[in-house]
């Protein structure tokens, strides 16, 4: 008579129960999981993203995301759903696929970390706006009050700078976006900071470059031509200005230029993979941002399709 050890009769009872069910097991998971990070920005750009990947046809699906304080939203039934993690911690994902007419059950656990230490760039969490006085300013920094990882890396914006402090001395809204290294977890936060005697406002000027240093110069709704573009291009053109209408920066999906005209020398030849042959070679879309000032943007380039 053949002996089973006390776990080999778990299993085994475990197993029948389920196949009595019409319950089929998987322990392999197979389904996608990206964004694992808690934010402060409660709305969609900050839900974790599930995305079914199994090969084998499936008629109905439903997720428990095992994230039990989320009430009612801790179940979905589309097959690619988002969900909002109320808590850190280690997450039992299960994913019930009804393929064939039988359930079958597919888990994964998965890891929602803790975005960097909160900050503000103000005098205290409330304050978004201050004034400095003509020449004089301010020394921003997100962890002046203690905090700070060696493991954070910083994206300021308007210039891109990446040092932990920012020196701010002109009317803008300064934001700084901090990325934890390990985890890729980032926070963000913002201050407007105002001269007490700012210099008088300019109307925003448009800039539309195209073509052989082609460009046209819009300002007070008229349009006059401007050489001071740098495409050399026979197709599509992309560019993109801030809520002012200020232009920020321009590209044919192989080469981006700031708005003076420098390119960006960080990137390397043929990096972006556009075509100058190409009919829409590039799109520029801002990356969604909940604190109000948008600091990093997407680049999406097509090559030369034929057919």
């Given amino acids: 008579m053949m002996k089973f050890s006390s776990i080999q009769r778990f299993f085994l009872i475990f197993s029948v129960i389920v196949g009595s069910l019409g319950i089929s097991q998987n322990s392999y998971a197979q389904f996608k999981v990206s964004k694992t990070c808690l934010s402060e920005c409660r709305d969609s750009t900050a839900a974790t993203m599930f995305r079914d990947t199994i090969r084998t046809p499936a008629t109905a699906w439903l997720w428990n995301f095992g994230d039990p304080a989320s009430g009612d939203e801790n179940t979905s039934k589309l097959k690619n759903p988002a969900h909002l993690y109320t808590t850190p911690g280690v997450k039992t994902v299960t994913l019930t696929r009804t393929e064939g007419g039988v359930p079958q059950v597919y888990t994964q656990t998965i890891t929602i970390n803790n975005p960097p230490q909160p900050f503000f760039l103000g005098n205290s969490p409330s304050q978004q706006d201050t004034t400095i006085c003509k020449g004089d300013f301010l020394t921003l920094d997100p962890y002046r009050r203690g905090g700070a990882d060696p493991k954070y890396k910083y994206?300021?914006?308007?210039?891109?700078?990446?040092?932990?402090?920012?020196?701010?001395?002109?009317?803008?809204?300064?934001?700084?976006?901090?990325?934890?290294?390990?985890?890729?977890c980032s926070a963000q936060n913002r201050i407007n900071v105002k001269l007490c005697v700012p210099p008088p406002p300019k109307p925003p000027e448009n800039y539309w470059y195209f073509g052989n240093n082609a460009g046209i110069k819009f300002s007070n709704g008229s349009a006059s031509a401007d050489d001071k573009g740098k495409l050399n291009t026979t197709e599509g053109v992309s560019s993109i200005a801030d809520v002012n209408g200020n232009l920020l920066f321009y590209t044919d999906g192989r080469k981006i230029y700031f708005k003076d005209g420098r390119e960006m020398s960080a990137l390397k030849p043929d990096t972006l993979k556009g075509s100058s042959f190409s009919t829409q070679s590039a799109v520029i879309v801002p990356q969604p941002s909940c604190q109000g000032c948008q600091s990093i943007y997407y680049v999406f380039t097509t090559t030369d399709i034929n057919g």
């Fill in 155 to 184: 994206i300021w914006y308007p210039k891109g700078d990446t040092t932990q402090t920012l020196r701010a001395d002109t009317t803008s809204c300064y934001s700084v976006q901090v990325t934890d290294t390990t985890t890729g």
